[in-house]
């Protein structure tokens, strides 16, 4: 159901973290949003006075922020989610992954999984995710039903899948879903070519041609392995980054993913054209990838985002888990204990995400004129008390299952830890019914 015309909601909390001015604390002061827009934050002792027929809700133990900003996953991959661990990416993805993919792949799959995986992101705070997988039609149709905020990649990949036979209709599909989501509030969209070693010269600057006139970011795995840009070196004589650079695609619609093999040069270069970085770190560790050298990158003016990556190989989608590991892993890579403090790494999961996305005058902050995309995180908790510096909280020692409630365009859609418009056991029950179908696979038959 739509909102009510014209109704004022006042949450008031212990504390508020705005993410702009950066490193900001708020105390005891009310997000005030008529309908889907941040109207006003103001001290909770003015709110009777401000807005005496403003709905209240107190939350006397919590901390508010802005919904967080999944900036690269793959949603429906929750259904294979522990279908083949503890492998290194490219045996993963091609004796794995892609044999299961091209057998069970379809409309009913990817429902189910993105539902799947809508639901456990809200439940985590997550009210927006930047997808990258086949049939995005249905992943924009499920999106704005569960209501949540979605960026939808028009995936564009070299071989035939389910979704396209050949690159003309994954282009032509890719467009149709755009000019689909023109009527859905909450979804919009971007270029989605899978990674340098599976997408063609023709095809990138078909993809740059597009982009630049639609105006919609491209989001890319580049750099993600040794093996990828050894590969690209040996065939091409070039790195993928110098190749993707002479076909014009490092700007700042560019959205690139994982960037775990980067030299100095090349840090200068994604800074010097505007290219947005998602770290995705747990993904990176599980799949022995590298590290993205976040530090160097923040030093050089680079955006960084932070991304889950899809369930397959995580095994969640998690932030306050990707912000907690972001923040000790890039100490540790830069040899350095100030690198990635906890406001920076709160800033890649929230506004830096929504810079990358295109989307940070509409989300990403808590500020007037913004949408009401809110975080609700409960820190009465053992875990999480004394409470000396609530951003250090979140991010060191908070878990997910601290979120109570979470508001998308003013819409809430968990409250009190339960989803409003997602039913969880029939959830369940139809993963359960994936993994009997899913597990007679014959690579998985070492598995059994």
């Not at 950066?22 to 003015?46: G, Q, R, S, Y």
């Not at 919904?67 to 492998?87: E, F, K, P, Q, Y």
């Not at 959205?255 to 770190?281: F, R, W, Y």
């Amino acid at each position: 159901m739509p909102t009510q015309l014209n109704q004022i909601t006042a949450i008031a909390a212990r504390w508020i973290i705005p993410m702009e001015p950066a490193n900001t604390v708020l105390e005891n002061h009310c997000v005030v949003f008529e309908n889907d827009i941040i109207i006003d934050i103001i001290p909770i002792a003015h709110i009777s006075v401000s807005y005496p027929n403003a709905d209240i809700k107190k939350r006397p133990n919590h901390v508010l922020i802005p919904g967080l900003v999944n900036a690269h996953t793959h949603a429906a991959m929750s259904l294979l989610r522990g279908i083949a661990d503890d492998l290194p990416l490219m045996e993963w993805l091609n004796n794995h992954i892609w044999p299961v993919e091209a057998q069970h792949v379809g409309e009913e799959f990817m429902r189910d999984g993105t539902e799947l995986a809508i639901a456990e992101m809200l439940l985590g705070g997550t009210t927006c995710f930047n997808d990258m997988y086949f049939f995005p039609n249905i992943v924009a149709e499920t999106a704005q039903k569960s209501g949540i905020r979605a960026v939808v990649g028009m995936i564009v990949i070299d071989f035939p899948s389910a979704w396209a036979k050949d690159a003309d209709e994954y282009f032509t599909k890719g467009t149709q879903v755009k000019d689909a989501s023109n009527s859905m509030p909450l979804v919009t969209t971007s270029f989605a070519p899978h990674a340098p070693y599976t997408v063609n010269d023709d095809n990138l600057k078909r993809i740059r041609i597009m982009a630049d006139e639609m105006l919609v970011p491209v989001h890319m795995h580049i750099h993600e392995t040794s093996h990828e840009v050894t590969e690209s070196e040996n065939m091409l004589g070039k790195r993928p980054l110098t190749r993707l650079e002479e076909l014009g695609l490092l700007n700042p619609r560019m959205i690139a993913v994982h960037m775990t093999q980067l030299n100095d040069g090349e840090i200068s270069l994604v800074a010097e054209k505007g290219v947005h970085v998602v770290h995705c770190p747990e993904s990176n560790l599980k799949l022995n990838s590298g590290f993205c050298p976040i530090g160097k990158l923040i030093d050089a003016g680079v955006n960084v985002a932070l991304g889950t990556d899809g369930a397959a190989s995580n095994n969640d989608l998690d932030m306050f888990g990707e912000m907690r590991t972001a923040a000790l892993l890039g100490k540790a890579v830069a040899d350095n204990a100030t690198a990635i403090p906890a406001h920076t790494a709160l800033a890649m999961a929230t506004i830096n995400g929504a810079k990358a996305l295109g989307l940070d005058d509409k989300i990403g902050s808590l500020e007037i004129g913004k949408q009401a995309d809110i975080v609700a995180i409960d820190l009465d908790h053992v875990s999480t008390q004394p409470v000396y510096d609530p951003i250090a909280q979140l991010v060191y020692s908070a878990s997910r299952e601290q979120v109570t409630d979470v508001w998308v365009a003013g819409e809430q859609k968990v409250q009190n830890k339960k989803l409003t418009g997602l039913d969880t056991s029939e959830l369940i029950y139809k993963s359960q019914r994936w993994a009997k179908k899913l597990a007679h696979q014959p690579q998985l038959k070492h598995k059994q």
